[in-house]
């Protein structure tokens, strides 16, 4: 079974730019996470998609991230425009439903860095 | 608040034991998680508890729970220095969205 995957895995940028990450998740999943791993911390859940619907975005800083997945499948992360506290590692999870448990699958994750 | 808590590095020497401790916020979570994540790497769940236990054990690894004191704790019997990682203990509270809520993560290094 494949797992989830993400791309880039790493990426500069310099502040006020645009940048996106994509995630593909375990095939079969409905829930899928995006959370911001800031260096020395353990992993905030910025958002979380139940198919092609938002569960909790509460965390999500809207006035510069979004975040998509039109057809329930992958999903992409945008930042727009990025500010040098979003250096961090982004990761996407997929679990194959909503619930404690159900088991929370992570990708290697996207090293973001804002110069 | 929703910090979860953990000591942020532990060192032991290859072969003994290693006990990493976890204090979580929510007393209605069901599950209780540990993670590891090696570098450059995702988080793989190792165990997790159900609330209702006060102890598991899978192999090298024991969990205790005690929830008077909302305190968690992972044992690694016979260390190797594969085991060295960062760990993260996560709590999902019963709040809707089944979202977890990740410690700081204790580094782990084993020394030959």
């Known amino acids: 079974e494949a797992g989830v995957a993400q791309s880039p895995r790493y990426k500069i940028i310099e502040k006020r730019q645009s940048v996106a990450f994509w995630c593909n998740p375990i095939?079969?999943?409905?829930?899928l996470y995006w959370y911001q791993q800031i260096l020395g911390q353990g992993p905030k859940l910025l958002i979380q998609f139940q198919n092609n619907g938002v569960v909790d975005d509460s965390q999500l800083p809207k006035d510069r991230f979004s975040a998509e997945r039109l057809k329930g499948v992958d999903s992409t992360l945008k930042i727009q425009p990025a500010k040098l506290e979003d250096s961090a590692v982004y990761l996407c999870?997929?679990?194959?439903?909503?619930?404690?448990?159900?088991?929370?699958?992570f990708g290697p994750g996207t090293r973001l860095t804002v110069t | 608040g929703e910090d979860v808590e953990q000591s942020l590095f532990l060192s032991v020497r290859e072969g003994d034991s290693s006990v990493i401790n976890c204090t979580y916020t929510d007393s209605s979570s069901t599950y209780l998680y540990w993670y590891k994540q090696e570098p450059g790497a995702g988080l793989q769940l190792l165990t997790y508890?159900?609330?209702?236990?006060d102890m598991k054990q899978d192999q090298r690894l024991t969990v205790l729970l005690n929830k008077k004191d909302k305190h968690l704790s992972l044992r690694i019997a016979d260390t190797q220095t594969g085991d060295s990682a960062i760990y993260f203990c996560a709590e999902s509270p019963l709040s809707g969205t089944y979202k977890y809520i990740f410690g700081t993560g204790t580094r782990l290094k084993v020394l030959a």
């Open positions: 508890i159900f609330s209702n236990m």
């Open positions: 999870a997929s679990s194959l439903e909503r619930g404690a448990n159900y088991e929370q699958y």
């Open positions: 095939s079969g999943h409905a829930t």
